[in-house]
């Protein structure tokens, strides 16, 4: 793992003390944007897709991604998010992924500690690299009820455990966070800064990564990355101005012009999270 571009990113980022956005890319105009965006502000970056890339643009689609990702002048990795079913799993491990993103969340603890060290080997022996998820936060359009909080909140102590026997490089904490709407109380109604800590305290030399992003201030991102969170997942918060751009301007402008217009203004977005997040200048 000490070549993997995943893992040196990441590790970089602890040492200086800031966050890598990791992007959610659903098409060509999100990879490029990304690329674009770290090669201007000299940013590390990692571009996220989802198994539906797998199923719906297929290999060849990933392979260009990753090609392209990694002839950039800048450190870009690219990074596999919340790969669920066994299939996708198989799938992605005989693709060029940087890392991917392991949930098997859904399971008890045990069979998760079960499944996700099975996988993690198979992967770093193809050079992958491995972020699991602990604990698991449903959102819904108020946010998550307090009274079912603490039931699926990560507990430091396993943490440690399920760390030491699965060997993952990466973890995702539940300390609050929702995919999705928080509703009117937003993250900050839910959030327990204090366990994140903890977490980070307990398991320092494993970076931390924030999932549900949506409606997360600039100041609140900082106190995450002070807290030990060292990649940071974002979709809507830097890909609402995009679609806004397209929606407005699909029928009045022709496709070539939409697209570069789309992805510059795809590409300001992700330029001011990576100034926000501390990545800027840092490749």
Known sequence: MEGNRS?????????????????NCYNDDGVMAVIRA????????????????????????????????????????????????AEDVRRALELPFDSIMVDASRLDPQANIVECARIVREANANGIAIEAEMGR???????LPQAELDGILTD???????????????LAPSFGNIHGSYGPRGPQGYWRLDLLKDLNDTIPS???VLHGTTGVSDELFRETIRRGVHKI?????????YSKFVAANAGRL??????????????????????????????
């Open 233 to 241: 997942n974002l979709n809507r918060t830097v890909r609402d101005d």
């Open 254 to 283: 022709e496709l070539t012009a939409l697209k570069e217009q789309a992805v510059e203004v795809h590409t300001t977005s992700i330029m001011r999270l990576m100034d926000v997040l501390g990545s800027s200048g840092q490749a």
């Open 156 to 170: 430091p102590a396993t943490a440690k455990e399920f760390v030491e026997r699965t060997g993952v490089q990466f």
């Open 38 to 85: 770290a090669e201007a502000r000299r940013s590390p970056a990692m571009i996220q897709l989802f198994p539906w890339t797998l199923n719906f643009q297929g290999p060849h689609f990933v392979r260009w991604v990753v090609e392209y990702a990694h002839s950039a002048n800048v450190p870009v990795a690219v990074h596999l998010d919340h790969c669920i079913e």
């Open 137 to 143: 936060i449903e959102g819904g359009e108020d946010g």
């Open 7 to 23: 893992v040196q990113i990441l590790r970089k980022a602890q040492q200086g003390g800031y966050a890598v956005g990791a992007y």
């Open 206 to 208: 494993t970076p931390l």
